[in-house]
T-cell receptor, first 114, second 115 residues
Framework: AQSVAQPEDQVNVAEGNPLTVKCTYS??????LFWYVQYPNRGLQFLLK??????LVKGSYGFEAEFNKSQTSFHLKKPSALVSDSALYFC????????????FGAGTRLFVKA | GAGVSQSPSNKVTEKGKDVELRCDPI?????LYWYRQSLGQGLEFLIY????????KSGLPSDRFSAERTGGSVSTLTIQRTQQEDSAVYLC?????????????FGPGTRLTVL
């Protein structure tokens, strides 16, 4: 079965420190990979995506993600966390052949402490 | 510009009643999606529209759930004979094109509570 795993329910990091939110997937073929963020009382917002090409993708608000095909991972990173980065982060995967379903991970709550 | 809007923002209903949830996508967006987000869970795909047709209904959990889209715009998700397990936040998203590599723009959701 196709699935997306975000192994950490919560990540705590101090402001100014680097952060990593992990995502691994089990989807056949070469899927498209996305990160979305959900701030309190706001809808999900797109952060970045990997389609093809360079394995390091840069997105909004200083976030980036590294695609690793051999490990089927797409970890979200930021060199220096801000308190305002505190939110719920979702990894999502879409197949590039057959079907239109987007598979979301369960989400990881990021807390950035001042 | 205007984003995806959903109404109502909150809906409380009694078990066995029917409910209709509305989604207004971003103008001109061809693709429209419905998801369900239960407490502590990720987003569960329900249905995908391409224009007014729904080539992927694979996520609808039962025949009590149905959805339609008219004029390539507004979509309605209907849940008949609601059950307590239907309680969740229902999210709508739209995308300007129908390709699988396009990001989705999400609405604020409708929180459904079935008593």
């Amino acid at each position: 079965a196709q699935s997306v795993a975000q192994p950490e329910d919560q990540v705590n990091v101090a402001e100014g420190n680097p952060l990593t939110v992990k995502c691994t997937y089990s989807v056949s073929g070469n899927p498209y990979l996305f990160w979305y963020v959900q701030y309190p009382n706001r809808g999900l917002q797109f952060l970045l995506k990997y389609i093809t090409g360079d394995n390091l993708v840069k997105g909004s608000y200083g976030f980036e993600a590294e695609f690793n095909k051999s490990q089927t991972s797409f970890h979200l990173k930021k060199p220096s966390a801000l308190v305002s980065d505190s939110a719920l982060y979702f990894c999502a995967v879409r197949p590039n052949t057959g079907g239109f379903k987007t598979i979301f991970g369960a989400g990881t709550r990021l807390f950035v402490k001042a | 510009g205007a984003g995806v809007s959903q109404s109502p923002s909150n809906k409380v209903t009694e078990k066995g009643k029917d409910v209709e949830l509305r989604c207004d996508p971003i103008s001109g967006h061809t693709a429209l999606y419905w998801y369900r987000q239960s407490l502590g869970q990720g987003l569960e795909f329900l249905i995908y529209f391409q224009g007014n047709s729904a080539p992927d209904k694979s996520g609808l959990p039962s025949d009590r759930f149905s959805a339609e889209r008219t004029g390539g715009s507004v979509s309605t998700l209907t849940i008949q004979r609601t059950q307590q397990e239907d309680s969740a936040v229902y999210l709508c998203a739209s995308s300007p094109q129908t390709g699988n590599n396009n990001e989705q723009f999400f609405g604020p959701g409708t929180r459904l509570t079935v008593l």
